[in-house]
């Protein structure tokens, strides 16, 4: 069974940086695409970026462009997320997902991911 885990989160200045990491246990890292979601308070989870691991290909969601950065370590079987000049609307529990690669994925999507973490809190002061 796939397990993952998401850490780094806590309470950042507006303007920082924070790296958020998602550990992936229980099976191949290399062998599933990878998501990071997050879920303010009172909204829905939305899409945050992903990445293909066949060729390592990664998808922002428009509004962050630029400030988040996905990376991975295939020797430690984590993926990372970088938040670069955080911002209050940043505030979220931040959620790392996993699919099965080569299995059709909406990559965008709540349902395209058959693994989720729990969650780490990001909270963004100003």
């Known amino acids: 069974q796939v397990q993952l885990v998401e850490s780094g989160g806590g309470s950042v200045q507006a303007g920082g940086s924070l790296r958020l990491s998602c550990a992936v246990s229980g099976g191949t890292f290399s062998s599933y695409n990878m998501g990071w979601f997050r879920q303010a308070p009172g909204k829905e989870r939305e899409f945050v970026a992903a990445?293909?691991?066949?060729?390592?290909?990664?998808y922002y969601a428009d509004s962050l462009k630029g400030r988040f950065t996905l990376s991975s370590d295939n020797a430690k079987n984590t993926m990372y997320l970088q938040i670069d000049s955080p911002k209050s609307e940043d505030t979220a529990v931040y959620y790392c997902?996993?699919?099965?690669?080569?299995?059709?994925?909406?990559?965008?999507?709540?349902?395209?991911?058959?693994?989720w973490g729990q969650g780490t809190q990001v909270t963004v002061s100003s």
């Open positions: 990445m293909r691991r066949s060729d390592g290909l990664t």
């Open positions: 997902a996993a699919h099965p690669a080569g299995a059709l994925w909406l990559y965008r999507s709540n349902n395209g991911y058959t693994y």
